[in-house]
């Protein structure tokens, strides 16, 4: 069964509007960790914004918010104000229990649109 | 934040020849190192975890003896693709993890493969 779902293959976003990305994951775990990576055309993984299964509050970065449900095992990653420079592949990604491992979703590209 | 490099950035082979690919960390020590294949607009595939010291544990499917995967010191991983072939022509990525800290893992950015 898949660990880690992005059910958005691609989403266009006009500038400066908000975009929200679905994740869902599936674990048995009480402990896991949560991560939502950016992916340019240039290839390198740029970590975004990290949501630990026993946070109570929700996690921000800058323009980042993670929208953590833990009950139905979603954590949505939402991109404020867009900027034309975040268009990229965004993956969330899963660590479960004392597992260095993350296992990634199929991802979702992301257009801002001028 | 941590650095994690990979060389070479782009190599291209001949088929049947063997191809490796460095991944340090720069200024920090890594116990634990992954590598990852990921192909065109595609998600990131788990190879092997690579401990430091000990032999690397390869996902299923991968095979190990064409994957050839060292961790000799705390900042060193090598991934040796052996005899390459075409179907093995892929963006392949390492990542880094600071010893006991499973909510930071940092990623290398990267070598494209192509193997004629």
């Known amino acids: 069964a898949q660990k880690i779902t992005q059910t958005q293959p691609g989403m266009f976003v006009q500038e400066k509007e908000a975009v929200t990305l679905d994740c869902t994951y599936d674990?048995?775990?009480?402990?896991?960790?949560l991560f939502w990576y950016k992916q340019p055309s240039s290839g390198e993984m740029i970590f975004l914004i990290y949501?630990?299964?026993?946070?109570?509050q929700n996690a921000t970065e800058g323009r980042y918010s993670l929208n953590f449900q833990k009950a139905r095992k979603s954590a949505n990653l939402v991109i404020s104000a867009s900027q034309l420079g975040d268009s990229a592949m965004y993956f969330c990604?899963?660590?479960?229990?004392?597992?260095?491992?993350?296992?990634f979703g199929a991802g979702t590209t992301v257009t801002v649109r001028a | 934040g941590a650095v994690v490099s990979q060389h070479p950035s782009r190599v291209i082979c001949k088929s049947g020849t063997s191809v490796k690919i460095e991944c340090r960390s720069l200024?920090?020590?890594?116990?634990?190192m992954f590598w990852y294949r990921q192909f065109p607009k595609k998600s990131l595939m788990l190879m092997a975890t690579?401990?430091?010291?000990?032999?690397?544990?390869?996902e299923q499917g991968v095979e190990k003896d064409k994957f050839l995967i060292n961790h000799a010191s705390l900042t060193l991983s090598t991934l040796t693709v052996t005899s390459a072939h075409p179907e093995d022509s892929s963006f392949y990525i390492c990542?880094?993890?600071?010893?006991?800290?499973?909510?930071?893992?940092?990623f290398g950015p990267g070598t494209r493969l192509t193997v004629l």
């Open positions: 690579s401990n430091e010291g000990s032999k690397a544990t390869y």
């Open positions: 990542s880094a993890s600071l010893a006991n800290s499973y909510n930071e893992q940092f």
């Open positions: 949501q630990g299964s026993y946070d109570e």
């Open positions: 990604a899963m660590r479960e229990g004392r597992d260095y491992k993350l296992s």
């Open positions: 674990t048995s775990d009480q402990s896991y960790g």
């Open positions: 200024d920090f020590q890594a116990t634990t």
